[in-house]
């Protein structure tokens, strides 16, 4: 039997960086593997990305489009403003969750960048241990990395801050300047009934609903889990 012509290369085994169960990665396998891998998490990463934007839009949208209804019509009931703060929240609501699995995909983006590739043009290059391990937990074991309130105080501060602003502003008006403008408060509170709930009632409701989520936003400000995203110099000093 003649040999083999062409007997597979063995590497150097002074280059080897990685061995097992028969496996002999050099350098060069090492770091071809893992661009391969950040290539494919940042794939990821710009999906749930792209819809994060996504649930954004729609809330501004949807928003823009009950607004002109509500005063275009002078006649239109406030409550459309009502069933858009609403419709807003579930957005809300999906977006923050969609920002935790965004985040799943971010860290390990941000792993490779700060310990693979930053490390790489610090040389001589050698990765760190803790790195890889925290690599391979995430990837062994996929689990969310912050918390649902972190997520929703950040999206809230971040976008629909701005969103839960106009629309109560938008309300206001609504009931105060039409089909005509009040002259009371009484008169306002009047309007600002929805069937038989009364305008104090409703009021009291709009105040609970937008001082909650006030609170959510002030109070998951301090929680800094969430290292996919780019964080200010303030933020990075309470790190």
Known sequence: MNPDPHPPLKPDPDEE??????????????????????????????????????????AVITTGAVLSFAFAEPTAHHS????????????????ARRYRYYEVWSRRVRLLETDFFAAMLMPPFQPSPEWAARLADSLHRPRFTITYW????RRFRRNYVWIYLLLAV??????????????????????????????????????????ALLAVG??????????????????????
């Open 17 to 58: 960086v990685w061995t097992y169960r028969g496996y002999h990665l050099t350098a060069g396998q090492f770091t071809t593997a893992m661009v391969h891998l950040f290539r494919g998490e940042l794939d990821r990463a710009n999906v749930w990305r792209e819809r994060l934007d996504a649930t954004t839009n729609w």
């Open 80 to 95: 459309v403003v009502i069933l858009n703060t609403l419709l807003v929240t579930l957005f809300l609501y999906i977006e």
């Open 150 to 153: 972190e997520a929703l105080g």
């Open 170 to 211: 938008a309300w206001v008006m609504k009931v105060a300047l039409m089909p005509e403008t009040i002259t009371s408060f009484d008169e306002f509170l009047q309007r600002a009934a929805v069937g038989s709930v009364p305008g104090e009632a409703m009021l009291a409701l709009g105040f609970i609903i937008n001082a």
């Open 218 to 239: 002030i109070l998951t400000r301090n929680m800094h889990d969430a290292d996919g995203e780019i964080l200010s110099a303030d933020d990075e000093f309470r790190r």
